[in-house]
């Protein structure tokens, strides 16, 4: 998230830096975060050198008042300035000494870290030695990932028009601050990153990073972040991790083996809150018309638009900030009302690590740390290109998509280093075609090449529904929120109850890496080249997954799919058989269950609810907006609201 001077202010310095509690006007900062319970705030970066502080030193108010709040200062402004008036300097050239170029309303930037739930559960239910080398691992991969922002993401832009783009050879300087708890008061180790957005460029002046690079690339920082912290903990600890579906279509999370569900869904109560609500507005978004009785979105509820109503469901149900207490009196709380109302036997609770070790064994002996490139290589291509409608994608995509691989193919084991940008090449140079048309200096840079799978994509075929007489805009946005009793909405039919959705894209881009999976084994086995990606691809599109197609079989009954668009079963169970657990994706009977009940029931509930709206003639479907291709992924300012699955 932005951070700029007056924002940091009105909340950081009052709310933020005492652990999201509230903090007591004209107290002292260092006296506030004691009665909060919560550390110091502390220096990170190798930038620090150049403002003469230290990694791992108090940040006081002081020096943060300076660099966020006064348009990024020096920290010790105060001090440099009266050490030039005591020289003789004007008061003028004085204030020069303590500036960092010039002032700036955008100062920095908030990235939130926390692991998975079963990490922090670990924390918060174990005992005082596994609660100290978890945060010595989460600190540990904060580190990592900042380091991997100064090296390879940050670029401080100068010149005319921005025309010079340089990493900033210093290094960049941020402050991070602990957090215990949610807002709900349950157990959520995190920290807050301030990323200050100034850096220095070669020669010595001082410069702002640039912005949009940050935000391209939170989504592979994250990953990078979720996969050294699971391996530190894990190495540490003699445990391993495991695939949990959060949310049935979504991508897994890996989590600590061995740890009980029950306890994710005790510290979950804002899912569940959430979850409800985003249902009452996906009802009302499906059923809203206009003032002619038309439909004012479309008829099924779209993965963008779900998106968008996730957000809107998380500030609505968004409790007030609790009062903070002390990490030692909310351990002995939270473990007292996990006995009690989690329903997990106190046995268990007081045996997490025994259990997540044993559990960590049977894996540990099925599981072996073989990471297959080629296969990587193709498993990440396939996901990026189906998770990205347009088909088009860049380095950065890759990146995150194959350190999600390789967190779930080695299980909570350490990875070589640069074995993620090994299968992000590997990917390049054998499934994907390079079709930027740069027009800016920023579009010549590797990192901003655009790709897609090799073999250009056919066309969608033809649906069978036809749009309304004024075709609802995709992009409209999603509906307030709900209680707007003057809104006019469509009668539902009886005993339709279920809200229409589009499958979601990894659902279809899961099928898609497996089906490319077996075609690259058995090119293996009979000596043959595997250069047909798209092809494959194409399969797991929607405009071939949702709807019927009467032409190619006419015979087809009402409600099903044709023999060419269905998703065949069988041969993904049979593929089950012959998977080891080395691959990266493992198909258990649940989401077999889970894909087949997507692909068969999506059909019959898109084309009911599509034929009450088939009411025109020949209407042709709207065009599909095609943006620049510098501007295709344009990045999206990051939601103070959202949680893991936005990326941290």
């Given at each position: 998230?932005?951070?700029?001077?007056?924002?940091?202010q009105?909340?950081?310095?009052?709310?933020?830096?005492?652990?999201?509690?509230?903090?007591?006007?004209?107290?002292?900062?260092?006296?506030?975060?004691?009665?909060?319970?919560?550390p110091?705030?502390?220096?990170?970066?190798?930038?620090l050198g150049?403002?003469?502080?230290?990694?791992?030193?108090?940040?006081?108010?002081?020096?943060?008042?300076?660099?966020?709040?006064e348009?990024g200062?020096?920290?010790?402004?105060e001090?440099?300035?009266?050490?030039?008036?005591?020289?003789?300097?004007?008061?003028?050239?004085?204030r020069?000494?303590?500036?960092?170029?010039?002032?700036?309303?955008?100062?920095?930037?908030?990235?939130?870290?926390?692991?998975?739930?079963?990490?922090?559960?670990?924390?918060?239910l174990?005992?005082?030695?596994?609660?100290?080398?978890?945060?010595?691992a989460?600190?540990?991969?904060?580190?990592?990932?900042?380091?991997?922002?100064?090296?390879h993401v940050?670029?401080?832009?100068?010149?005319?028009?921005?025309?010079?783009?340089?990493?900033?050879?210093?290094?960049?300087?941020?402050?991070?601050?602990?957090?215990?708890?949610?807002?709900?008061?349950?157990?959520?180790?995190?920290d807050?990153?301030l990323?200050?957005?100034?850096?220095?460029?070669?020669?010595?002046?001082w410069?702002?990073?640039?912005?949009?690079?940050?935000?391209?690339?939170t989504?592979?920082?994250?990953?990078?972040?979720?996969?050294?912290?699971?391996?530190?903990?894990?190495e540490?600890?003699?445990?391993a991790t495991?695939?949990?579906?959060?949310?049935?279509?979504?991508?897994?999370?890996?989590e600590?083996?061995?740890?009980?569900?029950?306890l994710?869904a005790?510290?979950a109560?804002?899912?569940?809150?959430?979850?409800a609500?985003?249902?009452?507005?996906e009802?009302?978004?499906?059923?809203?018309?206009?003032?002619?009785?038309?439909?004012?979105f479309?008829?099924?509820?779209?993965?963008r638009?779900?998106?968008?109503?996730?957000?809107?469901?998380a500030?609505?149900?968004?409790p007030?900030?609790?009062?903070?207490?002390?990490l030692?009196?909310?351990?002995?709380?939270?473990?007292?009302?996990?006995i009690?109302n989690?329903g997990v036997?106190?046995?268990?609770?007081?045996?997490?690590?025994?259990?997540?070790?044993?559990a960590?064994?049977?894996?540990?002996a099925?599981?072996?740390?073989?990471?297959?490139?080629?296969?990587?290589?193709l498993?990440?291509?396939?996901?990026?290109?189906?998770?990205?409608?347009?088909?088009?994608?860049?380095?950065?995509?890759?990146?995150?998509?194959?350190?999600?691989?390789?967190?779930l193919?080695?299980?909570?084991?350490?990875?070589?280093?640069?074995?993620?940008?090994q299968?992000?090449?590997?990917?390049l140079?054998?499934?994907?075609?390079?079709i930027?048309e740069?027009?800016?200096?920023?579009g010549?840079?590797?990192?901003?090449r655009?790709?897609?799978?090799?073999q250009?994509?056919?066309d969608?075929?033809?649906?069978?529904?036809?749009?309304?007489?004024?075709?609802?805009?995709?992009?409209?946005?999603?509906?307030?929120?709900?209680?707007?009793?003057?809104?006019?909405?469509?009668?539902?039919?009886?005993?339709?109850w279920?809200?229409?959705?589009?499958?979601?894209?990894?659902?279809?881009?899961?099928?898609?890496?497996?089906?490319?999976?077996?075609?690259?084994?058995?090119?293996?086995?009979?000596?043959?080249?595997?250069?047909?990606?798209?092809?494959?691809q194409?399969?797991?599109?929607?405009?071939q997954?949702?709807?019927?197609?009467?032409?190619?079989?006419?015979d087809?009954?009402?409600?099903?799919?044709?023999?060419?668009?269905?998703?065949?079963?069988?041969a993904?169970?049979?593929?089950?058989e012959?998977?080891?657990?080395?691959?990266?994706?493992?198909?258990?009977?649940?989401?077999?269950?889970?894909?087949?009940?997507?692909?068969?029931?999506a059909a019959?509930?898109?084309r009911r609810?599509?034929?009450?709206?088939a009411?025109?003639?020949n209407?042709?479907?709207?065009?599909?907006?095609?943006?620049?291709?510098q501007r295709?992924?344009?990045?999206?300012?990051p939601?103070?609201?959202?949680?893991?699955?936005?990326g941290?």
């Amino acid at each position: 998230m932005i951070v700029n001077a007056g924002q940091m202010q009105r909340y950081y310095t009052r709310e933020t830096v005492v652990g999201d509690g509230r903090r007591p006007g004209r107290t002292p900062l260092k006296k506030a975060q004691e009665q909060a319970g919560v550390p110091a705030g502390r220096w990170m970066g190798r930038g620090l050198g150049a403002l003469g502080l230290v990694a791992g030193e108090e940040v006081t108010e002081e020096q943060l008042r300076n660099l966020f709040g006064e348009g990024g200062r020096h920290p010790d402004a105060e001090r440099l300035v009266a050490d030039r008036l005591a020289a003789g300097d004007s008061p003028k050239v004085a204030r020069r000494a303590g500036a960092l170029g010039r002032r700036v309303k955008v100062v920095g930037f908030d990235f939130v870290f926390r692991p998975q739930p079963t990490i922090y559960l670990l924390w918060a239910l174990g005992d005082e030695e596994t609660r100290l080398v978890i945060e010595a691992a989460h600190e540990r991969a904060i580190a990592r990932v900042l380091a991997w922002i100064e090296d390879h993401v940050a670029v401080i832009r100068f010149g005319t028009d921005g025309i010079y783009q340089v990493r900033p050879p210093g290094g960049l300087v941020a402050a991070r601050f602990r957090h215990h708890e949610s807002r709900a008061g349950m157990p959520l180790l995190h920290d807050h990153l301030l990323l200050s957005i100034k850096g220095q460029r070669p020669g010595g002046k001082w410069g702002s990073v640039h912005s949009e690079v940050l935000f391209e690339n939170t989504v592979a920082a994250s990953a990078l972040y979720n996969e050294i912290v699971a391996a530190e903990v894990c190495e540490n600890l003699g445990l391993a991790t495991e695939p949990r579906t959060v949310s049935a279509g979504r991508r897994p999370v890996m989590e600590i083996a061995g740890i009980p569900h029950e306890l994710i869904a005790w510290t979950a109560r804002r899912g569940a809150q959430i979850e409800a609500c985003r249902e009452d507005l996906e009802r009302e978004y499906v059923t809203a018309v206009d003032d002619n009785g038309e439909p004012k979105f479309l008829p099924v509820v779209s993965e963008r638009a779900r998106i968008k109503l996730d957000q809107i469901a998380a500030r609505k149900t968004r409790p007030p900030k609790r009062k903070t207490q002390p990490l030692t009196q909310l351990r002995v709380w939270w473990k007292t009302n996990a006995i009690l109302n989690s329903g997990v036997k106190a046995s268990i609770i007081d045996s997490l690590l025994e259990r997540a070790r044993a559990a960590a064994m049977a894996i540990r002996a099925r599981v072996a740390q073989i990471v297959d490139v080629a296969l990587a290589a193709l498993d990440v291509t396939a996901i990026v290109f189906v998770m990205n409608g347009d088909g088009r994608f860049h380095r950065r995509h890759l990146l995150a998509e194959a350190r999600r691989h390789l967190a779930l193919v080695l299980r909570g084991r350490r990875r070589d280093p640069g074995l993620d940008e090994q299968v992000v090449d590997a990917a390049l140079a054998a499934h994907c075609v390079d079709i930027s048309e740069p027009k800016t200096v920023r579009g010549l840079m590797s990192d901003y090449r655009l790709y897609t799978a090799r073999q250009a994509l056919a066309d969608p075929p033809p649906t069978r529904w036809r749009q309304p007489t004024t075709a609802p805009d995709p992009d409209q946005p999603p509906p307030a929120g709900p209680g707007a009793p003057d809104t006019p909405r469509l009668p539902l039919e009886e005993g339709e109850w279920d809200i229409p959705r589009i499958p979601l894209r990894y659902d279809r881009a899961v099928i898609a890496s497996t089906m490319l999976a077996a075609q690259l084994r058995t090119a293996r086995r009979t000596g043959r080249a595997l250069y047909d990606v798209t092809a494959h691809q194409q399969a797991a599109m929607p405009e071939q997954l949702l709807v019927p197609l009467p032409d190619t079989d006419p015979d087809a009954g009402p409600g099903r799919l044709d023999d060419k668009s269905a998703l065949d079963l069988t041969a993904v169970r049979a593929l089950k058989e012959s998977r080891t657990d080395v691959e990266a994706l493992e198909f258990t009977d649940e989401q077999l269950r889970h894909l087949q009940d997507v692909f068969t029931t999506a059909a019959d509930r898109a084309r009911r609810t599509m034929d009450r709206y088939a009411h025109s003639e020949n209407i042709p479907a709207p065009s599909q907006r095609r943006e620049d291709d510098q501007r295709a992924h344009h990045p999206r300012q990051p939601d103070p609201h959202r949680g893991r699955e936005s990326g941290c």
